[in-house]
């Protein structure tokens, strides 16, 4: 069986809820092999105090295999002071692959306008207007908790749970059936059996 390559962008300041509830499914399913990456492989402290050492920094990523590139949200971004990604989403999106972006990640990709021509969402209109003032894409913006369009997924701060969702989708991780009894699991506490 072949395996999916995904990765998850950190950096000093990344919201560790944001895929709290995608990297341990997206970890123990053997279709996945997920590894974590930073700007230059070196440990990173998340906003909650969490101390990482990444698997290994972006430039050593082997880009034909890449599936999936998650990134999560963080200050940083709102401040643009995470410097050295842009080729690499630049060269992911040129190769159709999934890029994903909750919170103000999603001010990211909508400063360099991979959202002016797709559906998305992202905290508000406002705050991604505010943020990223170069964001030329107001008339495909969402009011949704997570939106899918073509290979670019996009969520809202709140929906660490609803974005993991549409990844899960995305990449085919289990059947709709059970993508939808996880997320009723861990959305409203229905368990299903």
């Not at 410097?83 to 989403?89: N, S």
């Not at 905290?123 to 369009?149: C, F, M, R």
């Not at 969702?165 to 059996?193: H, P, T, V, Y």
Request: with cysteine; hydrophobic share 40%; net charge negative.
């Amino acid at each position: 069986m072949d395996t999916k390559d995904i990765y998850i962008f950190l950096f000093d300041g990344f919201s560790d809820w944001e895929i709290s509830y995608l990297a341990p499914e997206l970890n123990k399913s053997k279709k996945i092999n997920l590894k974590y990456c930073s700007i230059d492989g070196l440990e990173i402290i998340s906003v909650g105090g969490l101390k990482i050492t990444p698997d290994l920094s972006i430039q050593k990523l082997d880009l034909d295999d890449i599936t999936a590139l998650i990134l999560p949200g963080g200050s940083a971004w709102e401040e643009k002071s995470i410097k050295g990604i842009d080729e690499l989403i630049e060269i992911l999106h040129f190769k159709n692959k999934i890029i994903a972006s909750i919170c103000s990640a999603t001010t990211f990709m909508g400063q360099k306008g991979y959202l002016d021509n797709i559906k998305h969402t992202s905290n508000s209109i406002d705050y991604l207007k505010y943020i990223a003032p170069e964001y030329k894409g107001e008339n495909k913006y969402q009011s949704d908790l997570a939106v899918t369009d073509k290979n670019i997924i996009t969520a809202n701060g709140f929906s660490p749970i609803e974005f993991a969702r549409e990844i899960f989708k995305k990449i085919n991780l289990k059947s709709e059936e059970d993508i939808e009894k996880w997320f009723q699991l861990f959305k409203n506490g229905i368990w299903a059996e």
